[in-house]
């Protein structure tokens, strides 16, 4: 059964902080992303990644940044954390870039609350 | 650019309901056009897609018709159960990696 996995389900940090979030798969895929999810804003891409080393921004980088060391692992850092970046976090991974085979596949959600 | 909207929730039905979550886009060329769901506490997953025109996807009695004429993409389902309750996002590929996705819509269905 494929997998995406997270490393926390619930984190609570205070501001300033360095905040680390990691996902791994385990299905030898290429792609990989960085969603946050807000109530009514749907899902926005913050960072992606199609291969080890790479990273293109999303629609919302600001405040983020990502590794991509291994191909089964990508990290979301916050460098500085704030409140506004209280969220559900989602890591989702695909395995081509030919859009009917773009089905991605998601993680169970990192949810973050910075105090 | 391109865009995915979808009908504004909570959409609350009882259960034996038929369903209908409405999606429309706007995007140039020819995308792929998905439904994903999420599930209280989860991850979202795919529900089912469509890759061309006149296509109609389908899964676990849910099923959409890509309508290239009207740009539209709508779930529908003949009789929904408690277990269908969750949040629906409509998504779209226009190119390459990366999907453009609905506000999402939660469905509730009361027994």
């Known amino acids: 059964d494929v997998k995406v996995t997270q490393s926390s389900r619930y984190l609570v940090k205070r501001t300033g902080e360095k905040v680390f979030l990691e996902c791994v798969q385990d299905?030898?895929?290429?792609?990989m992303f960085w969603y946050r999810q807000d109530p009514g804003l749907g899902l926005r891409l913050i960072y992606f990644?199609?291969?080890?080393?790479?990273?293109e921004k999303g629609d919302i980088p600001e405040g983020y940044s990502v590794s991509r060391e291994k191909k089964e692992r990508f990290s979301l850092i916050l460098e500085s954390a704030s409140t506004n970046q209280t969220s559900m976090y989602l890591c989702?991974?695909?395995?081509?870039?030919?859009?009917?085979?773009?089905?991605?596949?998601f993680g169970p959600g990192t949810r973050l609350t910075v105090l | 650019g391109d865009s995915v909207t979808q009908m504004e929730g909570p959409v609350t039905l009882s259960e034996e309901a038929f369903l209908t979550i409405n999606c429309t886009y706007t995007?140039?060329?020819?995308?792929?056009l998905f439904w994903y769901v999420q599930y209280p506490g989860e991850g979202l997953q795919l529900l089912l897609k469509?890759?061309?025109a006149d296509d109609k996807g389908s899964n676990k009695g849910f099923e959409a018709t890509y309508r290239k004429e009207t740009t539209s993409f709508h779930l529908e389902k003949g009789s929904v159960q408690v277990s269908d309750s969750a949040v629906y996002f409509c998504?779209?590929?226009?190119?390459?990696?990366?999907?453009?996705w609905g506000a999402g819509t939660k469905l509730i269905i009361k027994p």
């Open positions: 299905m030898d895929h290429e792609n």
């Open positions: 995007a140039t060329g020819y995308p792929s």
């Open positions: 998504a779209l590929t226009p190119w390459g990696y990366q999907l453009i």
């Open positions: 989702a991974s695909s395995f081509s870039d030919r859009p009917s085979y773009n089905e991605q596949f």
């Open positions: 469509a890759t061309k």
């Open positions: 990644s199609y291969d080890v080393k790479m990273k």
